[in-house]
């Protein structure tokens, strides 16, 4: 049987007010598989996310999440769609690992400090769980706000360069979770400029551009960034 799309966008054009940004985008995205999110600096990778989240309108066009037009007040909506965007977004009070505790919890997952312990481990800051945000380094902020993605439940995860801040290793140990999270039938849609993260989750791309937005396969959206897209 086919799984019904994640994400559906159709003839959908992303912009401010009634700015577009770029060509307009269509895509489809079913459980199990993910999605880079290619395109030149501006080109407009990050509004197209940001559109996903239900962060800013489409101009025009369509983009369903979850089989219905994108809404994040919807219940449905917020319970299955991660999104760890740009922005550093953290309570400045709590430690890291009371950030996360307060997360999954806020999301009902059972066990939540089993949880969150796992997590701090994946994300290599156990040894930082009791330090507030303004404490840590700018890379293991970064992967606090990852690790928020990832002690939630989900069936979409939408990550804007996750590889930002991150050291080589966290960025390997990253396209390892990725994999992880499409072989247990998640969806990952995720911008990117980092060739070797496209090469090792083996993700098909969307390049956004400004005449044409296309999907290209994955050893040609690799050898893009690598030619210096
Ligand atoms: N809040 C905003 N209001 C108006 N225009 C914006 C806003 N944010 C971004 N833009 C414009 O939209 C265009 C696309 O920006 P966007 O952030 O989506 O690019 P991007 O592909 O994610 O770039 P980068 O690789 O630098 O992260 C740019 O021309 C930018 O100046």
Redesign the pocket.
């Known amino acids: 049987m086919t799984h019904p799309a994640v994400v559906t966008a159709t003839s959908l054009v992303v912009?401010?007010?009634d700015?577009q940004?770029?060509a307009p985008v269509d895509l489809s995205l079913r459980p199990g598989q993910s999605l880079a999110v290619i395109?030149?600096?501006?080109?407009?990778?990050?509004?197209?996310l940001?559109t996903v989240l239900g962060l800013l309108a489409p101009v025009s066009g369509r983009v369903e999440v979850l089989g219905r037009a994108v809404d994040e007040r919807d219940r449905r909506f917020r319970a299955g769609v991660a999104g760890v965007l740009?922005a550093d977004a953290y309570f400045p009070g709590l430690t890291t690992r009371e950030h996360l505790v307060l997360t999954a919890r806020g999301f009902g997952v059972p066990e939540a400090g089993r949880v969150v312990d796992e997590v701090l481990e994946v994300f290599g800051i156990s040894h930082q769980s009791d330090t507030v945000p303004e404490a840590l380094s700018s890379g293991q902020r970064r992967r606090l706000l990852l690790a928020a993605g990832f002690v939630r439940p989900r069936e979409l995860l939408v990550l804007?360069?996750p590889e930002q801040r991150l050291d080589v290793r966290m960025r390997r140990d990253l396209a390892g979770l990725l994999r992880e999270e499409t072989a247990r039938g998640g969806a990952v849609l995720y911008?990117t400029?980092d060739e070797t993260l496209l090469r090792e989750t083996g993700s098909p791309a969307l390049l956004?551009g400004d005449d044409v937005s296309r999907l290209v396969a994955p050893g040609e959206a690799a050898d893009l960034l690598a030619a210096g897209l």
């Open positions: 912009g401010y007010g700015v940004v770029c395109g030149s600096n501006g080109s407009g990778k990050s509004t197209v940001r740009d804007d360069e911008a400029h956004v």
